[in-house]
């Protein structure tokens, strides 16, 4: 096994209930089993599946948790059998982690795994100084790519597989439901896939405003537009949002024929209008992870294709996670993307 080892603990943040976490001292992984590495997280971003977890509105996960799967950082150890990674390495994480063993695993379809789980949501995530996974789990950055932008290729990464999904011509109207970060990147992703007039829906201006400076061809803000486009106007659809009324406006606007990207996450059922769906010929479509797209994320960053820094509103130092995640629950009209940097 390479690599140092000179500190033998790690202070982590741990989710410990309602809207609770707290700091502590614990020790780190003497040894690395084969194929593994542990790295040294530099930057953490703050994700809304982050406060959902914490507030209790999702079933998958159990505190006590250090949460964190938006990651980047410097490969510190390596495992015995590891090849393509080197101490000092700059990384980003894949947080999914399937059995590798499956069928599906082994086409490479491991979110799609039955005993799969994500680094951060079942597993011990990256609120913390250095954490162990499989060396699998890796991509290499560029020097142009910051740490802090790193941590979106996550994100990014399940946005892109979602666009892959439909079906584009060049010209087509599309609009994109909730203008979180997702919303904001779907706006790139698709004016670099050909679509034609993108218009961003949601309900915070500064976010829709940027939007706009990222690529949207139209804006509209909820809270003053009731209808913000005329029914039967999108040949498709992306629902970001994950909310009832977000569903019931999405098949609003879709023509007949039109495509459903479903990708934001109610906190429970929610009611659909299969009628309306049905005699539209709508065709729906769900996604999460893509395993297959990470190589092109990291490259479509490089080259400015996705702009991830524009997103960043708020940065933290680590000692600080508390603050940075109280600050993202309570301004969401301030935040879009915070980060929390290691020195």
């Not at 609770?20 to 542990?38: F, G, I, P, W, Y």
């Not at 218009?199 to 990222?214: A, D, V």
């Not at 879709?254 to 005699?279: H, M, S, W």
């Not at 992870?289 to 092109?296: D, E, F, I, Y």
């Amino acid at each position: 096994m390479n690599g140092g080892f000179e500190a033998m603990q790690k202070q982590i943040w741990e989710w410990t209930g309602y809207n609770a976490m707290t700091t502590r001292t614990t020790e780190r992984e003497r040894s690395l089993e084969k194929d593994q590495v542990e790295v040294r997280i530099k930057s953490i971003g703050i994700c809304g599946t982050d406060l959902h977890i914490m507030e209790g509105h999702t079933g998958f996960s159990q505190p006590p948790l250090p949460l964190g799967h938006e990651l980047a950082g410097v490969v510190e150890r390596i495992g015995d059998g590891v090849v393509k990674w080197k101490v000092g390495d700059r990384v980003c994480i894949d947080p999914l982690i399937g059995c590798g063993k499956c069928q599906e695993c082994l086409v490479g379809h491991k979110h799609r795994c039955r005993e799969s789980g994500e680094i951060g949501l079942q597993f011990p995530g990256g609120w913390q100084e250095f954490l162990v996974m499989p060396s699998t789990n890796l991509y290499k950055l560029p020097d142009s790519i910051s740490f802090a932008e790193a941590t979106q290729a996550e994100t990014i990464h399940c946005c892109l597989g979602g666009v892959d999904k439909l079906t584009i011509q060049l010209g087509q109207n599309v609009s994109v439901i909730g203008d979180g970060p997702t919303g904001l990147y779907y706006v790139q992703l698709l004016k670099a896939a050909g679509a034609g007039k993108v218009s961003l829906i949601g309900m915070r201006e500064k976010r829709l405003e940027l939007g706009i400076r990222l690529g949207a061809d139209a804006m509209f803000n909820l809270r003053a537009h009731a209808a913000p486009l005329a029914a039967e106007t999108e040949d498709i659809v992306i629902d970001a949002a994950g909310t009832e009324s977000s569903l019931r406006l999405s098949i609003e606007l879709l023509k007949k024929g039109g495509q459903l990207l479903l990708f934001g996450l109610p906190g429970e059922p929610i009611l659909v209008d299969i009628q309306t769906v049905v005699l539209k010929e709508l065709t729906l479509l769900g996604s999460t992870n893509a395993p297959q797209v990470w190589l092109r994320v990291i490259e479509m960053m490089a080259s400015g294709s996705v702009q991830v820094k524009p997103l960043i509103t708020q940065y933290y130092e680590f000692n600080e996670l508390d603050k940075a995640v109280e600050f993202a629950r309570n301004e969401p009209d301030e935040v879009v993307k915070v980060i929390v940097n290691h020195k």
